[in-house]
């Protein structure tokens, strides 16, 4: 019986020649993501009870980034506790207050296909777009992974998404997720493996492919992966990691899917999703237009360079409405530096947008641009959930950086199809 991405990874850092769906396998684990908030903080005072050190700084990665930077001493001593923890065990790759986890760690080279990972932080799948297979896991059983270089894993079944057609002008890989959570559900993918696939998958850049595998956590998934293709390899080079055989880590031709969902691009319309939950969507023609405080272009879903291109492209000529705030966190400090070079930071705050630091920031809570009572947000972040951005009676809306931009000059939620379209004919 032929393998899936899955399964050629897990039984491989199993050391099995294959591995089935439903078997309980000890896995070697190739490299080992935690943060400044569930990392150091969590680990540091089991470790130092039992006396121990982590089985190889090498294959770790540390990153502040949600209490970066610090705001008040709390957060300062969070900090500070990282960088102490990072010395004292020897952490090279300890990338401190640079950008998101889940943005860095590919970016400075450190996911590669066939590579068993695991991320103290829930969308850890993001690894997936590299034809990894990496998933988040607690405090407590990162203590083990990061004592021992190993942990357990039931093999999961996998479940094949496959997109077809072109994305449309305006459209992003961000609407293909909130479109799958709108149609499979929050549990979509039932604890298993989700693969994507189809000729609108092998189209997407690499940064797109990483928002579709982020959002696997919201369809419920332990890990998001995309086959890796010669887009990977190059991503993965230019990147400084070594791509490998990455051939080998795609599915066989008969490989055993538990279930397989299609989904066509070319009927996509931009989709906005409602408080509390991103399985709240709808087409953005179809959404009421609720009064809105901010506008938030941030987080590992949406401050990518390619997602501040998006913003750029349809700010560029235009103003933020007046009495509306819009709020830029550049996912990492190489994309606000790209960004700048580029002239797309220039656009954006020529609209009037305000930036931030790169990091987590207002998406998990923290930090500068949370929201207050009773304030609403449309943001492209990559969850909405009651009390996630700032207050519990704040509303967070979602949609993509296209979409956040063209409502931000709105002031309350449009089509960015409609500006792109008089930009273009403005231009013809």
């Known amino acids: 019986m032929g393998q899936s991405i899955a399964e050629k990874i897990i039984a491989k850092a199993a050391g099995r020649d294959e591995v ?7 896995c070697a684990v190739d490299l080992a993501m935690i943060h400044d908030s569930g990392g150091p903080r969590r680990v540091k005072p089991a470790m130092d009870r039992l006396g121990v050190g982590v089985w190889d700084a090498d294959k770790i990665v540390l990153v502040s980034d949600h209490y970066a930077p610090c705001t008040d001493a709390e957060s300062a001593a969070i900090l500070k506790l990282t960088r102490e923890w990072a010395a004292e065990h020897g952490i090279k790759n300890f990338y401190d207050q640079q950008g998101i986890c889940h943005i860095v760690t590919p970016e400075r080279g450190h996911l590669v296909p066939g590579m068993f990972a695991v991320g103290g932080d829930s969308h850890s799948p993001t690894g997936g777009a590299f034809g990894s297979y990496m998933f988040g896991i607690g405090a407590t059983d990162m203590i083990g992974v990061l004592v021992t270089g190993e942990t357990w894993i039931r093999v999961p079944e996998t479940i094949s998404i496959k997109w077809s057609g072109t994305l449309g002008a305006g459209i992003a890989a961000k609407d293909m997720a909130l479109i799958m959570c709108r149609t499979l559900g ?7 493996a989700i693969q994507y696939s189809g000729e609108t998958i092998k189209n997407l850049d690499m940064l797109e492919r990483m928002t579709l595998s982020n959002m696997a956590a919201e369809l419920g998934a332990q890990a998001g992966i995309v086959e890796p293709d010669e887009t990977t390899a190059a991503y993965v080079t230019k990147a400084g990691g070594d791509p490998g055989d990455w051939e080998f880590f795609r599915s066989d031709a008969d490989a055993t899917y538990a279930e397989t969902h299609e989904f066509d691009a070319d009927d996509l319309q931009p989709q906005v999703a409602a408080p509390h939950s991103p399985a709240n969507a709808a087409d953005v023609g179809d959404m009421d237009k609720p009064h809105m405080d901010q506008f938030y272009i941030g987080a590992c879903t949406g401050a990518k360079l390619n997602d501040l291109k998006m913003a750029a492209s349809v700010l560029k000529g235009n103003k933020v409405c007046a009495g509306k705030r819009l709020t830029i966190a550049p996912a990492s400090t190489r994309i606000m530096q790209d960004a700048t070079k580029q002239g797309i930071m220039e656009i954006i705050l020529d609209a009037g947008a305000q930036l931030l630091p790169p990091g987590c920031g207002a ?3 923290y930090g500068v641009g949370v929201l207050a009572e009773d304030e609403v947000v449309l ?7 009651q009390g996630r951005m ?3 009676s704040s509303k967070v809306y979602l949609g993509s950086p296209f979409t956040v931009a063209a409502s931000a000059v ?4 449009a089509d960015p199809r409609e500006i792109l379209a008089d930009q273009s004919g403005a231009g013809a």
């Open 363 to 365: 998406c998990a809570g």
């Open 390 to 392: 700032g207050a519990s």
């Open 20 to 26: 089935q769906p439903g078997e309980i396998v000890t």
């Open 379 to 385: 943001a492209s972040t990559a969850r909405n959930f």
């Open 410 to 413: 709105a002031g309350t939620i």
């Open 186 to 192: 929050m549990d979509g993918g039932r604890y298993q």
